[in-house]
């Protein structure tokens, strides 16, 4: 092999991998086609793709199913903001990204909103 066929790696900036990136999340776009048009690996494009939505989910992930969630306690009166909730009920309030997500079980039935709970959360 001579010096003339090595290929350097290259680097690219995190601004053109986002413009790439975003480019492939169009819908009806091929990563294939975008990648060709970019002169990348498709497989390249696809890592970064991937890497991307991993950093995004841990932005905005929920909890695991073994982390430690502090949730509120409503022992006194609800304020204007929450809703009145009954005394033999359990309420849940899990914060998204888009809002919150509020959740009321009778306390009879607790056994199985703990069980609901850990299916959801895992």
């Known amino acids: 092999m001579t010096t003339d066929t090595i290929r350097k790696r290259r680097r690219h900036s995190p601004e053109f991998k986002a413009a790439v990136i975003s480019t ?3 819908p009806g776009a091929s990563i294939a086609q975008v990648a060709r048009e970019h002169e990348l690996n498709a497989n390249q494009v696809q890592t970064w793709i991937r890497k991307a939505r991993q950093r995004e989910l841990q932005h905005n992930r ?7 969630v502090k949730l509120p306690l ?4 609800p304020s204007a903001s929450s809703p009145a909730h009954e005394p ?3 309420r849940i309030e899990i ?5 919150s997500i509020s959740v ?3 306390t009879a039935a607790a056994d199985q909103c703990a069980r609901w709970l850990k299916e959801l959360l895992q």
């Open 88 to 90: 033999g009920e359990i």
């Open 74 to 77: 409503y022992a006194s009166a």
């Open 24 to 26: 492939c999340l169009q």
């Open 104 to 106: 009321c079980w009778p």
């Open 95 to 99: 914060p998204t990204p888009r809002g």
């Open 62 to 68: 929920l909890p695991a199913p073994n982390d430690f």
